[in-house]
């Protein structure tokens, strides 16, 4: 069975820093990664995923994440960071080849950026 | 194109009582979802929609039964609830296969 561990549950950052948001995962056969984020009082969207390719993916609002499968690693990366990024973001994991497209959750990373 | 929308947005039920979910998705997507998010536990799937009229059991399906019987709907019903179903539920839906999975607002629910 997969799953998916986000390495911490909260990130504070200064305005204009950049950040990491580590997530590793663990699967017997080969995967899909995303990232999703939540806004407050918001629903997920996007922000990117990577399902083969280049292992360097950019997503939306400047985010990328690199997929290292030795690692088994999926981190988001941001150079800059704004007030508005402040959210709680989300690994997700699902397995290839499957009829129902299930995704497998982290528990969330919230990222508070600070003036 | 309203997306994925949830109603209600807020409720607050006494232990036993019942209620149903709706979710509603205007995107003719196939696949539906239902999940319940709780503080430090992520998104847990409760159940979940290949298709009208199919439904199937996600990671915590006990206590809750869905229906779909139009492709655009899908809802959750809480027969009994129970404090422990205190959570934020949220709805999502995609197109076959897909991974791109597009979230409703969330509902929340209080069990008192």
């Known amino acids: 069975a997969q799953s998916v561990t986000q390495l911490d549950s909260q990130v504070p950052v200064f305005e204009e820093a950049p950040v990491e948001l580590r997530c590793n995962y663990s699967?017997?056969?080969?995967?899909?990664l995303f990232w999703y984020v939540q806004y407050p009082n918001q629903g997920l969207q996007l922000l990117l995923k990577?399902?083969?390719?280049?292992?360097l993916v950019k997503g939306i609002n400047g985010f990328e994440a690199e997929f290292n499968k030795s690692q088994t690693s999926f981190h988001l990366r941001k150079p800059s960071v704004h007030i508005s990024d402040t959210a709680e973001y989300f690994c997700?994991?699902?397995?290839?080849?499957?009829?129902?497209?299930?995704?497998?959750f982290g528990k969330g990373t919230l990222l508070t950026v600070n003036p | 194109n309203a997306g994925v929308t949830q109603t209600p947005k807020f409720r607050v039920l006494k232990t036993g009582q019942s209620m149903t979910l709706l979710c509603a998705q205007d995107?003719?997507?196939?696949?539906m979802y239902w999940y319940r998010q709780d503080p430090g536990m992520g998104l847990r799937l409760i159940h979940y929609?290949?298709?009208?009229?199919?439904?199937a059991k996600g990671e915590v399906p006990d206590g809750y039964n869905v229906s779909r019987l139009k492709k655009q709907n899908f809802l959750l019903g809480l027969e009994s609830a129970a404090p422990s179903q205190t959570s934020v539920y949220f709805c999502?839906?995609?197109?076959?296969?897909?991974?791109?999975?597009?979230f409703g607002p969330g509902t929340r629910l209080t069990v008192t």
């Open positions: 699967s017997s056969v080969s995967v899909y």
């Open positions: 995107m003719n997507h196939e696949y």
């Open positions: 990577y399902l083969s390719g280049s292992t």
């Open positions: 999502a839906s995609s197109r076959a296969n897909s991974y791109e999975q597009y």
């Open positions: 929609s290949v298709g009208e009229g199919t439904t």
């Open positions: 997700a994991v699902s397995e290839p080849g499957g009829s129902n497209y299930k995704l497998t």
